[in-house]
């Protein structure tokens, strides 16, 4: 079964570093999305991108994030400058022409 | 922004039992309501959604009821296992929309 894999699975940086993550969407979708979760807490959307443009952001995709769908299958996430507070679970996900979304297993942020 | 409080925050239910989770939103513009489990470390996984046009839908054990005029829909587990045990969440969608929307979440057990 086609499944959204994203890498890393855990990643590590310093306050003020660069960080991007990424993912591999299901092949034949065309709507990819990035969620994010701080421990014990709810999942929170952050953005939807389609057509290689945003298009829905919520307002904690603020200007230190950024989206790329760099070739034809990886899709990522950028944090420009990582705070503390960015540390979370990130979850790739993405959905055909239906509205469910697949979910993948997540990278681990935590920012020191 | 419009809020769906998710209750129980927790739920034990002895195996063989019934689990019952609710949701209850206040935008009438939402038309999508998939439920999704979580175990620890892994990404949300869809269970089973419902629109609003439908008042009741079942996929084996699991069963969403929706009351449209009381502004709550409902996760039923019939027959709980210990394997259920897990965190769901309910989610929405405003019309026209993409982004999902989570609840609080409910950690539920099984007990042998």
């Known amino acids: 079964e086609p499944e959204v894999t994203q890498t890393p699975s855990h990643q590590v940086t310093q306050m003020g570093q660069e960080v991007i993550l990424r993912c591999v969407p299901i092949?034949?979708?065309?709507?990819f999305y990035w969620y994010r979760q701080i421990l014990g807490q709810k999942v929170e959307f952050l953005v939807s991108?389609?057509?290689?443009?945003?298009?829905?952001k919520s307002e904690i995709f603020d200007d230190q994030f950024s989206v790329e769908r760099p070739d034809g299958s990886n899709f990522t996430l950028k944090i420009r400058s990582t705070k503390l507070e960015d540390s979370a679970m990130y979850f790739c996900a993405s959905s055909g022409v239906s509205d469910t979304q697949y979910f993948g297993p997540g990278t681990r942020l935590t920012v020191l | 922004q419009q809020q769906v409080k998710q209750s129980p925050q927790s739920l034990i239910v002895q195996k063989g039992g019934i689990s019952i989770i609710n949701c209850a939103y206040e935008n009438t513009a939402f038309d999508y309501f998939p439920w999704y489990q979580q175990f620890p470390g892994k990404g949300p996984a869809l269970l089973i959604a419902?629109?609003?046009?439908?008042s009741e839908k079942k996929e084996g054990r699991f069963t969403i009821s929706f009351n449209k005029s009381a502004k709550q829909f409902s996760l039923h587990i019939m027959d709980s296992q210990p394997g259920d045990s897990a965190t769901y969440f309910c989610a929405w969608s405003d019309t026209g929309r993409r982004a999902l929307t989570f609840g609080s979440g409910t950690r539920l057990q099984v007990q042998p």
């Open positions: 092949s034949n979708h065309l709507y």
């Open positions: 419902i629109r609003p046009d439908v």
């Open positions: 991108f389609y057509n290689n443009e945003i298009s829905e």
